[in-house]
């Protein structure tokens, strides 16, 4: 990684949790989001570390394609790009959105990796983060395999709340069916 994708990568995973932010976002200096991402990088298969450079590339300039703004996001406060970020999460073509995500897991892994910030936040501890409810059940539907009457196999599922069955000869893609109830 270049000098300034190692800049870009710190700067823009630093803006999902600015410091002195709400809840749990870390001190100043806390998190080291670039070691975090050049771990991820080094770590992950040939595609998905291109699909990383490609998302830290797309944000980095971002304020250029998505504002018309003859900068990159080290010329931005850290408010604007938690700004930018928050726009390209909920932008229109899908891969934006995607790579966006991409880079906000990254920032994840990065907080989660922190000792300090793991410790406040609770994740280990399971009775802290969750209550946990007693006699819950939920009720899923049985599939079985049963013979018709032509020797092929059907396959049938039978769900008690609303009557669907999936009837498929074996050789056949599956036929929805709902039975009406009666009485």
Do not use: C, I
């Given at each position: ?47 998905a570390?291109l ?13 250029l394609?998505?504002?018309g ?8 406060a ?21 790579l966006t ?23 280990d ?17 049985v599939?079985?395999?049963?013979p ?17 069955t999936?009837n ?7 036929r ?8």
């Amino acid at each position: 990684m270049t000098r300034w994708e190692r800049r870009w990568a710190k700067q823009l995973l630093g803006a999902f949790a600015p410091s002195g932010g709400p809840g749990l976002a870390p001190l100043p200096g806390e998190v080291d989001y670039e070691s975090a991402f050049v771990r991820m990088r080094r770590h992950a298969t040939p595609l998905a570390a291109l699909g990383l450079r490609v998302a830290l590339w797309m944000a980095a300039l971002a304020p250029l394609w998505l504002w018309g703004r003859l900068a990159t996001v080290s010329k931005l406060a850290t408010e604007r790009r938690s700004a930018l970020l928050r726009q390209l999460l909920s932008h229109r073509p899908f891969a934006v959105r995607e790579l966006t995500l991409l880079l906000k897991l990254a920032a994840t892994m990065a907080l989660l990796g922190t000792p300090s910030v793991r410790a406040r936040s609770g994740y280990d501890s399971v009775q802290a983060a969750a209550v946990v409810e007693s006699n819950v059940r939920v009720r899923l539907p049985v599939l079985a395999q049963l013979p018709a009457n032509d020797g092929a196999t059907v396959l049938a599922q039978a769900q008690a709340n609303d009557g669907v069955t999936v009837n498929a000869p074996a050789s056949d893609p599956p036929r929805f069916e709902r039975k009406e109830r009666t009485g």
